[in-house]
Every structure is written in C-alpha cells, then in structure tokens.
C-alpha cells in the first residue's frame, strides 16, 4: 500500500481495512492477522499497528478476544457501508458543486454516465 502525506498512516490503513470489510474481501467473524503480522503486512511500526486495532475496536468494528486474536465483528458491517456510501456521495456532490453544477445538474449528469454505462456494459 502506497500512503499519502494528507492523512495519518493509521488512518489511511483503517480506511483500507474497512474497505475490505465492506467489499466481503474480510467477512464478519473473520479472524484478523495479528498486530505484528499488520505491521508487517503493511510495512507499518508494531506500534502503529496496535493503534489501527484499538480504533477499529472503538469504532466497535473488530473485537478482541484475549490470546486469540481479533475478530471482525458481526453487525456493523452495513452500517460501515451507510457510512462510505454517504461519504462518497458528499465528496462526488461537492466536488460537482465546485464544477459550477447545481443539483439538478449533478442529477442530470450522473444519468446520463449510468445509462451510458449500462448500455456499454449490455454489448460487452
């Protein structure tokens, strides 16, 4: 994983995690690598590693079962999901609204992308 300077590391390897976690690539009740094999994983410190764990499990997204390792937990994935589709949605609204675009607008176009796009994916 290639990080950027805008965000903590930490962050952006959350970000990653929940990503897979959305998408099923992690299923709930998985069991997760532990925080030296993250580490390594992602070529993080040990202790940024740890840190990643203890706010997924704030967050309430992973759990820890003492000298078993940590698990994906089993009812916040679709509220993990809400969360990146709202995100998502917010920062492709504001960055058309920074293109001039009013809502109808922003409506109109994204449409007008999906009935294209549907229609190119039909003739593959």
Same mark, same amino acid.
Not at 25 to 43: D, M, N, Q
Not at 71 to 91: C, H, I, M, Q, R
């Given at each position: 994983?290639?990080?950027? !300077?805008?965000? $903590?590391?930490?962050?952006?390897?959350?970000?990653?995690?929940?990503?897979?976690?959305?998408?099923?690539?992690?299923?709930?009740?998985?069991?997760? $690598?532990?925080?030296?094999?993250?580490?390594?994983?992602?070529?993080?410190? $040990?202790?940024?590693?740890?840190?990643?764990?203890?706010?997924?499990?704030?967050?309430?997204?992973?759990?820890?079962?003492?000298?078993?390792?940590?698990?994906?937990?089993?009812?916040?994935?679709?509220?993990?999901?809400?969360?990146?589709?709202?995100?998502?949605?917010?920062?492709?609204?504001?960055?058309?609204?920074?293109?001039?675009?009013?809502?109808?607008?922003?409506?109109?176009?994204?449409?007008?992308?999906?009935?294209?796009? !549907?229609?190119?994916?039909?003739?593959?």
């Amino acid at each position: 994983m290639d990080f950027t !300077n805008d965000k $903590p590391i930490y962050l952006q390897v959350i970000e990653d995690i929940t990503s897979r976690i959305v998408s099923g690539e992690i299923t709930a009740g998985e069991k997760l $690598p532990s925080s030296r094999e993250l580490a390594v994983t992602y070529r993080i410190n $040990p202790n940024t590693a740890s840190r990643v764990y203890a706010e997924l499990e704030r967050r309430g997204i992973v759990f820890t079962k003492r000298g078993i390792g940590t698990f994906v937990s089993d009812g916040n994935v679709s509220d993990l999901k809400n969360e990146k589709v709202t995100k998502a949605v917010g920062e492709f609204v504001e960055t058309m609204r920074g293109l001039g675009l009013n809502d109808k607008e922003i409506e109109a176009e994204l449409s007008a992308y999906l009935k294209e796009r !549907n229609q190119n994916e039909n003739r593959v």
